[in-house]
């Protein structure tokens, strides 16, 4: 039986439920070596669980591993690694575990898809010149100084096909997701010769601002391309963006098959459509929602959405035809909340996050809030749950970050730790909030899956003297470590 508690919490109003959460397994994956990367994580309709990440050696492989050995930059290079794959349990039980990499280095941009047949993408950005690729690989050689790289396994990790992707100069930040028999890998590039289709929305690289060499990492158009899952045919491509550095953060696809994108841009002529909410950017760098449809020949909504600060939209919930809910981070204090919000004043000493709903027939927030503590706050993931309720997850330094008194790890001592929330429908009631491990712990870019009944998934790189693991793949530095944890939010 659940007992009823009621706190009052300044700046976020929380009907705490007692929730029996717990965590039912936690891991170290492999170290680092000392470089942030990503871990990425998808999970099967059987409950196992593909994540990915970076290492640089004394990964625990697997007898039937596609690659053994590393084959990365030495330990002494600091920008060296190979990625790495493993499939886990439900029970977070090692099923398979392999190096993929070339001598040069494919720690960063990591990113995983997931198929209706099981079949498993991992993609990420690679230097290297002699990493494996298919007999019908779209491209079959590395192009410029970076280039994309895909590669899909089966469901029981038996390799399928890789290709490169990309033009003669940087191409990077690789985002995957699959949906309708087809692969949509997103990015940013700084290639003039980038492989677009003739009937693009944006046919052009935007270089109307070209950098020098002090500023040349500050400029780059997203490119979105839509691949045959066989990863030997382009179905579609673009450029989106304006003449300074643009990002994307997250997609997701209408109910209608149109594509939703949102992240950050600091170009001021960012394409954003005529009936757009905000028209022009408001700050140094704003967030953006953009809506294209499936052959990316065209944009059916485009806006700015940010304050007069800094702004970036992380992830997005389609919640019907009309209504995405959006979360991200902030420094803007003028930032567009609604005048019900939870918390209607921005608090954090260098950024809070934010939930937005945004109702696309009403062109307009009808909903939206801040929320955080008085240090550094990021939300990074939303997703609706069981009884139509949310949970929202992300990281903070701020001891004073509003949790319940039921929390599972009700304080931190130091770091940036995970925090979970779990709202009700209404968006304006917390029901349960925790942080999420060690007292002392840091954690960079989780990767977030939420599985039925109550299950979470976040893996992440974290430097941890006291994370709560149950269970070792690798013995960690003092570095950043590939971790994972499952949550059970309901104790079943």
Request: aromatic content about 12%; overall charge negative.
């Amino acid at each position: 039986m659940k007992t009823l508690l009621i706190t009052s919490i300044i700046c976020l109003g929380i009907t705490s439920l007692i929730f029996a959460q717990k965590v039912d397994f936690s891991s170290y994956l492999a170290f680092s070596g000392g470089v942030h990367t990503s871990t990425p994580s998808v999970v099967d309709k059987h409950g196992n669980i593909f994540v990915a990440g970076g290492t640089r050696g004394g990964l625990k492989v697997t007898i039937d591993a596609f690659q053994k050995n590393y084959k990365g930059h030495t330990e002494n290079d600091m920008t060296g690694g190979d990625a790495f794959l493993m499939k886990l349990s439900p029970k977070g039980e090692l099923i398979y575990s392999t190096y993929i990499g070339g001598s040069g280095s494919e720690f960063y941009c990591l990113q995983m898809g997931l198929d209706d047949f099981g079949n498993v993408y991992v993609g990420f950005t690679t230097d290297s010149k002699d990493l494996p690729v298919s007999n019908n690989a779209y491209q079959k050689s590395i192009k410029g100084e970076n280039d994309h790289y895909i590669i899909k396994f089966s469901n029981d990790c038996k390799y399928i096909a890789s290709t490169y992707l990309g033009g003669t100069d940087g191409d990077h930040w690789t985002r995957l997701v699959t949906h309708n028999n087809t692969l949509y890998l997103f990015g940013k590039t700084k290639s003039v010769d980038f492989p677009i289709t003739s009937k693009a929305f944006q046919k052009e690289y935007d270089n109307s601002a070209p950098p020098d060499s002090a500023h040349r990492y500050e400029f780059g158009d997203i490119t979105i391309t839509a691949l045959s899952l066989n990863l030997d045919k382009i179905l579609y491509s673009t450029y989106l963006g304006g003449k300074s550095l643009d990002y994307i953060r997250s997609c997701s696809f209408g109910l209608d098959g149109k594509i939703i994108i949102t992240g950050q841009t600091y170009s001021d002529n960012f394409p954003t459509t005529t009936n757009a909410y905000q028209k022009s950017m408001a700050g140094k760098q704003d967030g953006f929602l953009t809506i294209l449809n499936q052959n990316l020949s065209k944009i059916d909504y485009s806006t700015y959405i940010g304050g007069d600060s800094t702004d970036l939209i992380n992830s997005i919930f389609v919640e019907d035809a009309n209504n995405i809910i959006l979360t991200g981070e902030t420094k803007s204090p003028d930032f567009p909340v609604t005048s019900d919000a939870i918390c209607g004043k921005y608090i954090g000493g260098n950024s809070d996050g934010f939930i937005m709903k945004f109702n696309l027939k009403s062109n307009k927030p009808v909903y939206a809030t801040f929320i955080g503590g008085s240090k550094t706050d990021w939300l990074k993931y939303i997703a609706k749950i069981d009884d139509e309720k949310y949970v929202l997850v992300g990281t903070s330094s701020s001891k004073d970050f509003p949790v319940t008194k039921d929390a599972l790890y009700p304080s931190i001592n130091g770091g940036m730790d995970l925090v979970i929330l779990i709202l009700d429908q209404t968006l304006k009631i917390t029901e349960y909030s925790t942080y999420g491990g060690g007292s002392k712990q840091r954690i960079m870019d989780p990767s977030v899956n939420y599985a039925k009944e109550g299950n979470l998934i976040i893996s992440s790189m974290c430097v941890s003297p006291d994370f709560p693991v149950t269970m070792k793949y690798a013995e960690p530095d003092s570095t950043w470590t590939n971790c994972i944890w499952k949550f059970d939010l309901n104790n079943k």
